[in-house]
Structures are given as structure tokens and as C-alpha cells.
């Protein structure tokens, strides 16, 4: 759910001490987004395993890495970073392989997630949830019959009021490129200097209502402040499933941004044979389909769909239907070359 060069994540580690004596000695430790599992969750892992637990949350890629290089690599026993990070994770020695003789429930998995091109054959993760970056709007102002569409933030003959843009490096940049007609990943020059270009003229705008996390930008359509944002899917599903008749997300008809968050076990986790216990354990069916129809992201598990709540099995907002996979593109570790994007979106942020 979320990108950094090689330096930009080692500058990040300088700043932040780790609190390394907080943690008791016989326990699980994870490290997750925050609203990312039922608040009994972990209670019923507990239950099942007799494993004690302790969960702590972060709001950012930016944040994890971070937290890893400060000493969380040898204080926590799982991680969840998404898709793109997860190669420069592994260059930075920040992540141990799995044990696949400990995680049988790999099994389960659906055959597009056992071999995806950021970790081939899950030598270092397990997936969690996946799902896309979208629109959640305001019915009230745009109508009912409002075809989503990223014009609203990037063309400012469609503006009608105050928009959040998400806070994320590439995932905001693949939005906005795919806008363009261009591919999340393209390094050709002069893409990118027309991305910066409209980037910049779209946060000049009057209705530009600032960068925020996905819940940050849900938050502040539900209150009102902004009648857009570009937030995770399940993020913003929470705020329809309290108001259909007012809010409702799509991805939009441009395209965007397709993610997949996995389980990983840091370098030096101290207790990694809890932490194989745990992804085995949510790999299994009914634990899978708890967590999916609780996030109302989209399960990796084939498995688990036997127990997903019927109507989010059918709803595009989380299983996006085949011609809307088309518009979405999964982003890649650009290696050395990510430095593109960062100085990008320095030069945006501070423009």
C-alpha cells in the first residue's frame, strides 16, 4: 500500500531512534500499516497458536524502512512492505528468505501471487492483500452518475472543488502519468518533464486541498473539506459503507495503480519461528477470507474465496473487472534509475 532510493531511505534511518527496550522478551512482533486487521485479529492468533503478540503500526513505505535501518531489522518478527519496495528492501539486507517447510498454506495461494515478478517463487514474502489507488468522491457535488476520472485534479477546465492528492511517491506519479496516456514506469525524459510540469500546475491550483495518507484524504471527503481523493480502495470503502448515497470510490477510467502488500520476515527478527507461524496462519482459508472481508481488500488466497462475503467477491471497487485490470499497472523497482522519481517529487513537494 507505498517508494524510496537507496539514499533517500539511509538519510531517513539517521533521524529516528528506536525504542528497542519496549518490547518484552517472549512475543510476536509486527509491524503493519495502520487499519490493517481486525482489532480481535491478532486475539484469535493468540488463541490458536498460544503465541502473545504486539502490533505496531506506520503510515508510510518511508516510515517502515526507516524504523528497520534505525534497529527494527533485529526488533521485529514481520513486516508488511508493498510490492516495489521489496527488492530494494532485500539489496539493503533487511529481509531474511522464508522457510517454505514452515509456511504449508503457501499452497493456497492464487497461482498469479506464487510467482510474481517482484519476488519470484515467495523467497522473501508471503502476499497479504492487494488491491488499487482510486477515487473516493462526493455523489452530493459530482452526481450520482459520475464516471470517475483523474481530470478532476489535472485539468482545470473539470475542476469543481477541493481535491487530496495521495501522499505517496510513485503511486501519485503513476496516477498522474497514467492520466497522460503514459506508463507508471516510463523514464523517458520528456514524460517525465511534462509530469512534472502538470504536477506542479495542478498543486498552484485554488482546489488543490493538499497531500495526505489514504485515510488522511478519506477523512477529509467525509468531513466535507474535499469533495475528491485519491486514496487505497478499502481505505475508502469504509467511508461508503457508512454513506453509499453520498460517497462512492472507482478506480479511474484513465487507469492507475494496481498494488500487492506481502509478508516479510526482517534480517534479524528474534523469534522467526513465531513469525512463520503467523504467515502460515494467515494464509490459511478462514483466516484469509476474516481479514479480506474486514479490510475489503482483495485476497491473494484462492482458498479464502470459498468464506469472502458474496457481495465483495462481485464488487469492482475490490475485484476490478477484466477490462479495468487492463487500465492498471503494477510499479516497478526502477533500480538506480528511482532516483528519477524522487528528485521529481522533491522538486513538486517543494515547489
Given at each position: 500500500?507505498?517508494?524510496?532510493?537507496?539514499?533517500?531511505?539511509?538519510?531517513?534511518?539517521?533521524?529516528?531512534?528506536?525504542?528497542?527496550?519496549?518490547?518484552?522478551?517472549?512475543?510476536?512482533?509486527?509491524?503493519?500499516?495502520?487499519?490493517?486487521?481486525?482489532?480481535?485479529?491478532?486475539?484469535?492468533?493468540?488463541?490458536?497458536?498460544?503465541?502473545?503478540?504486539?502490533?505496531?503500526?506506520?503510515?508510510?513505505?518511508?516510515?517502515?524502512?526507516?524504523?528497520?535501518?534505525?534497529?527494527?531489522?533485529?526488533?521485529?518478527?514481520?513486516?508488511?512492505?508493498?510490492?516495489?519496495?521489496?527488492?530494494?528492501?532485500?539489496?539493503?539486507?533487511?529481509?531474511?528468505?522464508?522457510?517454505?517447510?514452515?509456511l504449508p498454506n503457501l499452497a493456497n495461494l492464487e497461482e498469479?501471487?506464487?510467482?510474481?515478478?517482484?519476488?519470484?517463487?515467495?523467497?522473501?514474502?508471503?502476499?497479504?492483500?492487494?488491491?488499487?489507488?482510486?477515487?473516493?468522491?462526493?455523489?452530493?457535488?459530482?452526481?450520482?452518475?459520475?464516471?470517475?476520472?483523474?481530470?478532476?485534479?489535472?485539468?482545470?477546465?473539470?475542476?469543481?472543488?477541493?481535491?487530496?492528492?495521495?501522499?505517496?511517491?510513485?503511486?501519485?506519479?503513476?496516477?498522474?502519468?497514467?492520466?497522460?496516456?503514459?506508463?507508471?514506469?516510463?523514464?523517458?525524459?520528456?514524460?517525465l518533464k511534462a509530469l512534472a510540469k502538470m504536477m506542479i500546475?495542478?498543486?498552484?491550483?485554488?482546489?488543490?486541498?493538499?497531500?495526505?495518507?489514504?485515510?488522511?484524504?478519506?477523512?477529509?471527503?467525509?468531513?466535507?473539506?474535499?469533495?475528491?481523493?485519491?486514496?487505497?480502495?478499502?481505505?475508502?470503502?469504509?467511508?461508503?459503507?457508512?454513506?453509499?448515497?453520498?460517497?462512492?470510490?472507482?478506480?479511474?477510467?484513465?487507469?492507475?495503480?494496481?498494488?500487492?502488500?506481502?509478508?516479510?520476515?526482517?534480517?534479524?527478527?528474534?523469534?522467526?519461528?513465531?513469525?512463520?507461524?503467523?504467515?502460515?496462519?494467515?494464509?490459511?482459508?478462514?483466516?484469509?477470507?476474516?481479514?479480506?472481508?474486514?479490510?475489503?481488500?482483495?485476497?491473494?488466497?484462492?482458498?479464502?474465496?470459498?468464506?469472502?462475503?458474496?457481495?465483495?467477491?462481485?464488487?469492482?471497487?475490490?475485484?476490478?473487472?477484466?477490462?479495468?485490470?487492463?487500465?492498471l499497472e503494477f510499479i516497478n523497482d526502477l533500480g538506480k534509475?528511482?532516483?528519477?522519481?524522487?528528485?521529481?517529487?522533491?522538486?513538486?513537494?517543494?515547489?
Amino acid at each position: 500500500m507505498k517508494k524510496l532510493t537507496l539514499t533517500l531511505l539511509l538519510v531517513c534511518a539517521v533521524f529516528l531512534q528506536f525504542p528497542a527496550a519496549s518490547f518484552a522478551a517472549d512475543e510476536l512482533r509486527v509491524l503493519i500499516w495502520s487499519e490493517y486487521m481486525p482489532d480481535d485479529y491478532m486475539d484469535k492468533f493468540t488463541k490458536d497458536t498460544g503465541i502473545k503478540s504486539r502490533v505496531e503500526f506506520y503510515e508510510s513505505t518511508e516510515e517502515l524502512v526507516a524504523k528497520l535501518q534505525a534497529g527494527g531489522v533485529n526488533q521485529y518478527d514481520v513486516v508488511v512492505p508493498s510490492d516495489y519496495i521489496i527488492n530494494t528492501m532485500i539489496k539493503l539486507n533487511l529481509l531474511q528468505k522464508l522457510d517454505h517447510a514452515k509456511l504449508p498454506n503457501l499452497a493456497n495461494l492464487e497461482e498469479d501471487f506464487k510467482n510474481a515478478a517482484y519476488d519470484p517463487g515467495n523467497v522473501y514474502t508471503a502476499p497479504y492483500q492487494w488491491g488499487t489507488v482510486g477515487m473516493l468522491y462526493n455523489k452530493d457535488i459530482l452526481g450520482q452518475n459520475y464516471v470517475a476520472s483523474t481530470s478532476l485534479f489535472f485539468d482545470p477546465a473539470e475542476r469543481k472543488g477541493p481535491v487530496v492528492m495521495i501522499d505517496s511517491i510513485r503511486e501519485m506519479l503513476g496516477i498522474a502519468l497514467k492520466y497522460m496516456g503514459k506508463s507508471v514506469n516510463t523514464l523517458d525524459k520528456e514524460e517525465l518533464k511534462a509530469l512534472a510540469k502538470m504536477m506542479i500546475e495542478t498543486k498552484s491550483s485554488k482546489y488543490f486541498a493538499g497531500f495526505d495518507v489514504g485515510t488522511g484524504g478519506r477523512s477529509k471527503v467525509v468531513a466535507g473539506t474535499a469533495i475528491a481523493a485519491l486514496v487505497y480502495n478499502g481505505d475508502a470503502l469504509r467511508a461508503v459503507a457508512d454513506a453509499p448515497e453520498k460517497f462512492a470510490f472507482a478506480n479511474p477510467r484513465e487507469g492507475g495503480v494496481i498494488w500487492a502488500d506481502n509478508m516479510a520476515v526482517p534480517a534479524g527478527a528474534p523469534h522467526v519461528d513465531y513469525a512463520h507461524t503467523f504467515i502460515n496462519w494467515v494464509l490459511d482459508a478462514k483466516n484469509g477470507a476474516t481479514l479480506s472481508n474486514w479490510t475489503q481488500y482483495a485476497t491473494p488466497n484462492k482458498a479464502a474465496k470459498a468464506f469472502i462475503t458474496a457481495g465483495d467477491l462481485t464488487n469492482p471497487a475490490i475485484y476490478p473487472r477484466a477490462e479495468t485490470m487492463k487500465t492498471l499497472e503494477f510499479i516497478n523497482d526502477l533500480g538506480k534509475n528511482n532516483r528519477y522519481y524522487d528528485e521529481l517529487w522533491t522538486m513538486i513537494k517543494t515547489r
